[in-house]
């Protein structure tokens, strides 16, 4: 909806289609796009990190995620990048213009956080701690490169104890997400007043996790500012031109 919207908003004759790809077929689908000459296309769960080896060039930033979302064919070549990151740092630049200099926490240590981590530490974010249930996969992001940021890995009650610490609190696990929507990771209590509490979940608009948030005094926001932005800089990537998404996208 949101690349056919936009096709049409510019008059670019192009069409957007899901293709529902099983990882046995992953390789000959690859293949396919190359010899349809398909000009670019997205890649999603669970194949953000297994189709790597298969293009021809990874983008640095994407490397340095480990996945790739965004797929552009230059004359043959596909090339390899990852708008997940950039599309959240375009959106909290919405939200919390000083973002650079808060105190920042990520829950969750998959895909979605790594995007976010690395392109909030490119961004210049220096406090940026990860809670996540298992300690090895948060450390396992932390340890991939050097980067001149600080960050403590913390226990899911670690971080219910002191969430007083942080400006901004970004959720990205999809606990709380439809149908299991009566879930939320953490109980909150010891906000500090205007707290910026983000679930990148956009189904349910609302989570658990956000009301929980909303109650105790956070200003909150969903993942749909950062769907808008992802695919926003997906389409510059393919067509050269940024579109305008922040209304959202109407037909
Ligand atoms: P993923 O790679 O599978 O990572 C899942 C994360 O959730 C891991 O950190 C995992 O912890 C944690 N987790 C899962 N179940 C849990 C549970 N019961 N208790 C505690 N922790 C749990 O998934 P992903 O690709 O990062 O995606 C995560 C969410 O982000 C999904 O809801 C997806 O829809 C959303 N997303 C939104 C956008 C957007 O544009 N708004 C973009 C990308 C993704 P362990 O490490 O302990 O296993």
């Known amino acids: 909806m949101i690349h056919n919207s936009l096709f049409k908003k510019y008059g670019l004759e192009a069409y957007y289609h899901p ?10 689908t690859i293949h396919a796009m190359k010899l349809l ?22 983008d640095d930033l994407a490397k340095m995620i480990g996945a790739v979302n965004t797929v552009k064919n230059e004359s043959g070549k596909l090339i390899g990048y990852n708008t997940d990151g950039i599309g959240f740092v375009e959106s909290l630049k919405e939200l919390d213009n000083e973002f650079i200099n808060k105190r920042i926490v990520i829950i969750g240590a998959g895909g979605a956080a790594r995007a976010i981590y690395f392109s909030l530490a490119s961004a210049g974010v220096k406090c940026l701690d ?15 490169y050097p980067l001149n940021i600080e960050t403590n890995c913390l226990t899911l009650n670690q971080l219910e104890q002191s969430l007083h610490h942080y400006d901004i609190i970004i959720q990205t696990t999809s606990v709380g997400m439809e149908p299991n929507d009566h879930q939320s990771l953490i109980e909150f209590s010891k906000l500090q007043i205007n707290t910026l509490v983000i679930d990148i979940i956009y189904k349910p608009a609302v989570t658990k996790f956000l009301k929980n948030a909303e109650m105790n005094g956070a200003r909150i926001d969903n ?15 393919w067509t050269g031109i940024f579109p305008d998404v922040s209304k959202g996208i109407t037909t």
């Open 19 to 28: 293709f529902h790809v099983k990882k046995e077929t992953l390789a000959e």
């Open 37 to 58: 000459n398909i000009a670019g296309f997205n890649v999603t769960v669970p194949h953000k990190e297994r189709i790597i080896p298969y293009l021809d060039e990874i």
């Open 223 to 237: 993942g749909l500012t950062m769907l808008y932005n992802q695919a926003a800089y997906a389409f510059q990537i």
């Open 130 to 144: 990860i809670a996540n249930r298992t300690e090895n996969n948060a450390l396992k992001i932390i340890h991939a």
